[in-house]
């Protein structure tokens, strides 16, 4: 019985060494298109490895990184187009780059991609990525200009999403800028908290469901109550 499992797996290494570049193109490219059609999502990332071995092109590597990325595989969207800022790189490369070394916890790498993308074409989400990255690098000035662009552009068609509770939420866009202001203005001046419980009051006016800026004024109300300590002689 082995030596027929053997046998059948040689022939089958010998059939396909003798289909052509061509044929083995054509067999992946239908094979793409029917995992693509059920919806299956490592398959889909087989047929374009093999693609990409076959005959390689830049935009279909930044397809297959984009589906690693989409699908929470970060290290692998990256392992596949690299983490170098690149001048000739898509805005589907740059994305994939920006979104996963910010998923990998890489803030100042992904910064420099958000950047790229939102000098290419500057928007309100961008603006909101930006500002919360460079929160995280301590480039307050910076962050503060973000936050007033997107205030200035958001529509109230704008969502953003939040996962800091077991089931994610959305808010529109304007109140997530309306919280990190607030914090932002804490950050800045730390005796001025209602300036800053202020501000979360208007993102949770438009967003009442706004976990994270409740937790935050929550926060900031216990500081202004707590009771301030004598220093001892």
Request: proline share 3%.
């Amino acid at each position: 019985m082995k030596n027929i499992v053997i046998t059948i797996a040689l022939l089958a290494c010998f059939a396909l060494s003798g289909q052509t570049k061509s044929e083995l193109h054509k067999h992946f490219e239908a094979y793409y298109k029917e995992m693509q059609s059920q919806g299956d999502v490592n398959g889909v990332i087989n047929a374009l490895t093999h693609l990409n071995v076959i005959s390689p092109s830049p935009q279909r590597k930044d397809t297959l990184a984009y589906i690693y990325a989409n699908n929470n595989q970060h290290a692998q969207a990256l392992n596949t187009i690299g983490i170098e800022k690149n001048s000739t790189d898509s805005d589907l490369a740059v994305q994939v780059k920006a979104i996963s070394l910010k998923a990998l916890n890489q803030p100042k790498r992904a910064l420099e991609h958000f950047e790229v993308l939102f000098g290419r074409q500057p928007n309100a989400y961008l603006a909101y990525e930006l500002s919360d990255l460079k929160i995280q690098a301590g480039d307050n000035e910076g962050a503060l200009k973000n936050i007033e662009y997107g205030i200035a552009n958001v529509t109230d068609e704008m969502k953003y999403a939040f996962y800091e509770r077991q089931q994610p939420y959305e808010v529109p866009l304007k109140a997530a800028f309306l919280h990190i202001k607030g914090l932002m203005n804490y950050r800045m001046d730390k005796n001025d908290i209602d300036g800053a419980v202020s501000l979360m009051d208007e993102a949770l006016k438009i967003a009442p469901n706004f976990n994270l800026a409740s937790l935050s004024k929550q926060a900031l109300t216990s500081r202004k109550d707590a009771p301030v300590t004598e220093e001892k002689n």
